[in-house]
């Protein structure tokens, strides 16, 4: 369908929806939901079409597992979503999918590290080739747990099982950073991280940080501080950074500039 292959959203919802006037079904509905939540956005019109596939069809683990998706997404509403996530391994105890979206929902959440850790792990059992459930129990490691080296190894597995994994290099690079002070480690990561995705302002933020608090390289650390303005200018934090650099070096006019730009755009406030 358009969703799919030209993610075509306006289309395939107009196509569900004739499909769905000639024939009623649950599988039009939970596509046509699933192009609501992904394609625009709309988590109240896609919850509906959810529930709608769930009425047709109570045995439906995946539209259980969409709805909880939306809820999640959409809603923030994660006792819902925790709900529906759990119907769906009630219905399919082999669901990796569901597992790994119960636990985001436990850790990003309600904080449950522990029982996010264990969902994230139950789904790396049932597929364990599934480098988003090395990534996010990697996020649990790190920021539930402060277990850095077990961070790094999950978001390590998840980059050997997917070498284009962005955020896993980024989530990594932000470990040695911030946790174990690998300056020379992290800043290998973001450099991979923006390789990848070039338009990111935050890993240029990150990176400016490694090279200024943990390098020393101010000049480095300006530039990319520079090119993150560039690409996100109302980050009030990005000229804050770049004005350390600039006092750091001693031109005060142009760190004076910054400070007075981070101030207006309501940094420290």
Do not use: C, W
Request: glycine residues 8%.
């Amino acid at each position: 369908m358009y969703q799919y292959g030209k993610k075509d959203y306006d289309n395939a919802i107009a196509d569900y929806t004739q499909a769905i006037r000639l024939n009623p079904n649950f599988a039009a509905y939970n596509n046509r939901g699933d192009a609501y939540r992904e394609g625009k956005k709309d988590y109240d019109r896609a919850i509906a079409d959810y529930t709608q596939a769930i009425r047709l069809d109570p045995n439906f683990a995946g539209a259980y597992n969409n709805r909880g998706v939306a809820y999640r997404e959409g809603k923030k509403d994660y006792d819902r979503a925790i709900a529906d996530f759990s119907e769906a391994i009630r219905l399919d105890p082999n669901y990796a999918f569901a597992y790994n979206n119960r636990g985001v929902a436990y850790g990003e959440g309600k904080k449950d590290y522990d029982r996010a850790i264990a969902d994230y792990s139950e789904a790396i059992r049932l597929d364990p080739n599934y480098a988003f459930a090395y990534n996010n129990r990697g996020v649990a490691y790190r920021e539930g747990k402060k277990d850095y080296d077990r961070a790094i190894a999950d978001y390590t597995q998840a980059i050997r099982l997917d070498p284009n994994f962005a955020g896993a290099y980024y989530s990594r690079g932000n470990v040695y950073q911030y946790g174990k002070k690998e300056y020379d480690h992290a800043i290998a990561d973001y450099t991979e991280v923006i390789r990848l995705d070039p338009n990111y302002a935050g890993t240029y933020y990150n990176r400016g940080d490694a090279y200024q608090y943990g390098k020393k390289d101010y000049d480095s650390a300006i530039a990319d501080y520079t090119q993150g303005i560039r690409l996100d200018p109302n980050y009030a934090t990005g000229y804050n950074s770049r004005g350390i650099a600039y006092q750091a070096k001693g031109d005060t006019a142009r760190a004076n500039a910054d400070f007075a730009k981070a101030k207006e755009l309501g940094y420290g406030q």
